[in-house]
């Protein structure tokens, strides 16, 4: 198997003679939580968690690590959690997620809920739902590369700071990268304007026109209602460096987890589009509305077909 393309089956652990620090670090008490959190969600939701994660194509570097700093072992970690929350605690529904077509794709959604959960069950449904399995790549936001813990955490699970150059790359290599355009406006609502869209960013669809890769646009329902928030705290958004601090009265009511709303996906048909990625702000825009409209087409036939936020 080429030693640039090659599943996690085939992967072992590079000799690190000369390269000290070129390893992912160990925890061992977290590897041990791990490895049993593993061995619960096999268990609980019947998901061969550490086949999916064998099955995953992966692209290692000159001394046999991912560049972006994926870690296949630490990642089944990350697929227990997952699964447990996408088919145990959300217990989510999911339409159409053999549209995915094979190959590089763009999966372009809403986004909400104030922590990125939507991102992790959207992740879950491409591993554990679809056939072949895709695994899935996220561009996060660029402020949590200054987290302590999330930015460690994140990489290893092989999400990717949201740089064109690093979501060009990944596209190169055939990937399926998650791209939420409403950003942290997005994921940052109020209650009273839930599954309202937000502006979209052009980035997604100049990177599309440029590497000529589908667009699958998913709507995500059940995420709008996991922490209702109802204000933007803004002094203290800025006095921490966030892009916004929600008020939340479930935590006050000592409810600090997300509610256990019923999630719902849906995956469209993909999107292709032709054009110059250097086009005019508004020839782009009008591409972008195509995506957003689909998108909040399927957001209202599922919300008028949703019968309970929680069932």
């Keep these: ?3 640039s393309n090659r599943s996690l089956a085939a992967y072992e652990a ?4 000369g390269f000290e620090g070129a390893a992912p670090p160990t925890f061992p008490g977290l590897e041990a939580f791990g490895e049993a959190l593993v061995k619960v969600a096999t268990s609980v939701t019947g998901e061969d968690i550490e086949g999916r994660i064998r099955d995953i194509v992966v692209h290692p570097n000159a001394i046999g690590w991912d560049p972006f700093g994926f870690d296949p072992r630490f990642a089944r970690y990350a697929l227990a959690v997952a699964a447990l929350l ?4 959300f217990r989510t529904v999911v339409h159409g997620i053999e549209k995915l077509p094979e190959g590089r794709v763009l999966v372009i959604a809403n986004h909400s809920g104030q922590i990125p959960l939507d991102g992790v069950i959207i992740g879950a449904a491409m591993l554990l739902d679809a056939k072949p399995p895709r695994f899935p790549r996220s561009m996060v936001e660029k402020w949590t590369a200054e987290l302590p813990f999330v930015s460690t955490v994140f990489p ?3 999400q990717v700071v949201g740089a064109p150059d690093n979501a060009r790359r990944l596209l190169q290599q055939e990937e399926a990268l998650i791209v939420f355009p409403e950003g942290a406006k997005g994921i940052s609502k109020t209650y009273d304007r839930r599954y309202q ?14 590497t000529k890769t589908p667009i699958v646009p998913v709507a995500v329902i059940g995420a709008e209602e996991q922490y209702p928030s109802v204000a933007n705290v803004k002094p203290v958004a800025d006095l921490l460096g966030m892009p916004s ?8 009511l000592g409810m600090p987890f997300p509610l256990p709303t019923k999630y719902r996906l849906y995956f469209g048909s993909p999107m292709t589009f032709d054009g110059d990625a250097d086009d005019d702000d ?3 825009e009008a591409k972008v509305w195509a995506v957003k409209t689909e998108i909040a087409s399927m957001l209202k036939r599922g919300l008028d077909e949703r019968e309970s936020v929680f069932f």
């Design 282 to 284: 508004a020839v782009v």
């Design 1 to 3: 198997m080429p030693e």
């Design 245 to 252: 601090f929600p008020f939340l009265p479930q935590l006050l």
């Design 14 to 17: 590079p000799s690190l003679e």
């Design 197 to 210: 869209l937000s502006e979209f960013g052009l980035g997604f669809m100049r990177l599309a026109l440029e």
């Design 86 to 89: 996408h088919r145990r605690y």
């Design 156 to 158: 290893r699970c092989g």
